[in-house]
């Protein structure tokens, strides 16, 4: 599978951002599609995920701010940044192939796979 991002860029705190990910190749055989960060000094952490049928999880720092959708007919998964926060700065992966389990547990393993990553800059 091939993701590439786009949609990156720079934001004041407030404001908004939209990413996007277009999807090519084998993206639907397992698990969930998501959204990944590496923010300052911090490992790569997941923000939030959709599932086969739509249903979204999010990291508690993003509720309420962030939403991940997806538009299956074109394979491009969306991710909609409000009320930016300058701590929300990072580099954004898209994902594919991401475990999501019942109870709400999701997370990337060595099947994973990823997109180049796009850069979201926020000041304050």
């Known amino acids: 599978v091939q993701l590439v991002e786009s949609g990156g860029g720079s934001a004041q705190a407030g404001g908004t951002l939209r990413l996007s990910c277009v999807a090519s190749?084998?993206?639907?055989?397992?698990?969930?599609m998501g959204w990944f960060r590496r923010t300052t000094g911090q490992a790569r952490a997941g923000v939030g995920i959709v599932d086969r049928d739509g249903n979204t999880r999010y990291t508690d720092s993003v509720k309420g701010r962030f939403t991940v959708s997806k538009d299956s007919a074109k394979n491009i998964l969306y991710l909609q940044m409000n009320s930016l926060k300058p701590e929300d700065t990072g580099t954004y992966y898209c994902a594919a192939k991401v475990v999501c389990r019942p109870g709400g547990v999701w997370y990337a393993d060595a099947l994973t796979q990823w997109g180049q990553g796009t850069l979201v800059t926020v000041s304050s």
């Open positions: 190749g084998d993206t639907g055989s397992r698990g969930c």
